[in-house]
């Protein structure tokens, strides 16, 4: 009987996620608001009733009351975060705010699933940071200083992340984090937005060649140290970013192409300076030839999604614990596997629907500066999605990076928060703007 009503239950699922990213983006073809808030309150049912389906066969299968207690907790917080949002800031974007939730309840699905006592953290985690970061749009909407202090996020960066290439511990041959009165947090998480205000500010006063040469020494600084610190991954990210926003602030395609010579030649020495990339490579290259020791991660990640096929085993129908780091780096393979292809195909699509909302935000932006926040921290977000898909595909070699608002991991879903709160921020200034002038005419 078990069995029937997971199968049920993992189709139910399956249609209801593929109902959710339809009208993700079918928001995008209406104007008139009442339409949109039609849109986004289905798709608040709809995330409701997977999230009530999904913790109907975790309950099933483990019988434990706690999680009938996590799932009435995480109800809770669901609908104070999009009632009280919406109640604060009137001209909030709306389909912003439910895909954050949607990939928060498809996290505290899964992890719950891998670890409970994993799942607890997050969520406490993720109401830590939803309490802090709500006030971020405020500040944005009335704080025009913050183009102001631009070597306050460059030296700031810079000495953050000295402090963990010095004093960092090291985590799976690269130093990420540190530790403060007991907690551990990924400086380099919060970094990339403070490094993308600098970037902002300084190519909002000008493109001066003599301004370029100086954005551009700073910024190779936060690469060189991320490289020393061996967290190749966000070097990655911090490199393609200054790249774009580059390329942006001036329209001039030759620095496009330079950046994207400059990034072939880093990652062809970084293959030859460091032996992890090596071995990341080579299990890339030809996992199988060493699937039980440097192709073991990967080829676990690739037989799990291709267990899964398109329509998954069912929650605890799959082993996706034999991946290891399953609940950072790889969870996008777990969701493969026993939510199927099809579920963990309208993840990454919602994922993208983001990403046009930062790039939406920033087209409709007048301010250069605010223009360029909004694009670079778009960039941060989809290279991010990018890196940590592409790794557990086998379409790029392993980074170690975790998918935002889904992975495990506190300074990822607070820095993701910020972001978008920034960019929740951007949205409401704009269309504050478009009231007054509206009201004026």
């Known amino acids: 009987m078990i069995n029937l009503i997971i199968d049920v239950s993992r189709y139910l699922m399956i249609l209801l996620i593929a109902l959710y990213t339809y009208l993700n983006f079918r928001y995008f073809s209406f104007q008139d608001d009442k339409r949109k808030n039609s849109i986004c309150r289905r798709q608040n049912i709809l995330m409701f009733l997977i999230h009530l389906l999904a913790y109907g066969i975790i309950w099933l299968e483990t019988e434990d009351e706690r999680m009938l207690v996590f799932y009435g907790a995480q109800v809770l917080f669901f609908f104070g975060y999009l009632l009280l949002y919406r109640l ?26 891998l670890s409970f006592d994993k799942a607890v953290k997050q969520f406490t985690i993720v109401v830590v940071a939803a309490a802090v970061t709500c006030i971020i749009p405020f500040i944005i909407d009335r704080v025009w ?14 000495i953050l992340l000295g402090i963990v290439c010095v004093a960092g511990t090291t985590s799976y041959g690269a130093q990420l984090s540190i530790g403060v009165a ?15 205000f600098f970037i902002a500010t300084m190519f909002y006063r000008s493109v001066s060649n003599r301004t370029i040469l100086l954005v551009s020494g700073v910024s190779a600084l936060h690469v060189l140290i991320l490289v020393l610190s061996k967290d190749l991954g966000s070097a990655l990210i911090f490199f393609i970013t200054y790249v774009f926003m580059l390329f942006i602030a001036t329209g001039k395609w030759r620095y496009l192409l330079g950046g994207t010579a400059g990034g072939i030649l880093a990652s062809t020495l970084a293959f030859q300076l460091f032996s992890h990339v090596k071995t990341r490579v080579a299990a890339w290259l030809n996992p199988w030839s060493d699937i039980a020791g440097k192709g073991y991660q990967i080829s676990q990640s690739l037989f799990a999604i291709g267990t899964g096929g398109w329509f998954g085993m ?37 994922c993208l629907g983001c990403f046009l909302q930062f790039m939406m935000v920033a087209g409709n932006m007048q301010a250069v500066f605010y223009k360029l926040i909004a694009f670079g921290l778009g960039m941060i977000y989809a290279i991010q999605v990018f890196l940590t898909v592409g790794g557990v595909t086998k379409f790029i070699p392993s980074t170690g990076v975790t998918l935002p608002l889904v992975s495990y991991g506190g ?7 910020i972001i978008f709160g920034i960019i929740q921020g951007l949205y409401i200034l704009k269309r504050n703007e478009e009231e007054e002038d509206q009201y004026e005419s």
């Open 182 to 196: 007991g907690f551990s947090f990924q400086p380099s998480e919060f970094v990339k937005i403070s490094y993308v």
């Open 88 to 113: 604060f800031y009137r001209n909030l974007s709306k389909l912003l705010v439910n895909n954050m939730c949607m990939l928060l309840s498809i996290g505290f699905i899964m992890l719950t699933r």
């Open 411 to 417: 300074s990822s879903v607070l820095s993701t928060f």
């Open 314 to 350: 069912g929650l605890y129908r799959g082993m996706p614990r034999k991946i290891p780091v399953v609940e950072k780096d790889f969870i996008f393979s777990a969701i493969s596997e026993e939510m199927g292809g099809i579920f963990a195909l309208c993840v990454l699509l919602i």
């Open 145 to 158: 200083q913050l183009s102001k202090i631009p070597w306050v996020y460059g030296i700031g960066g810079v």
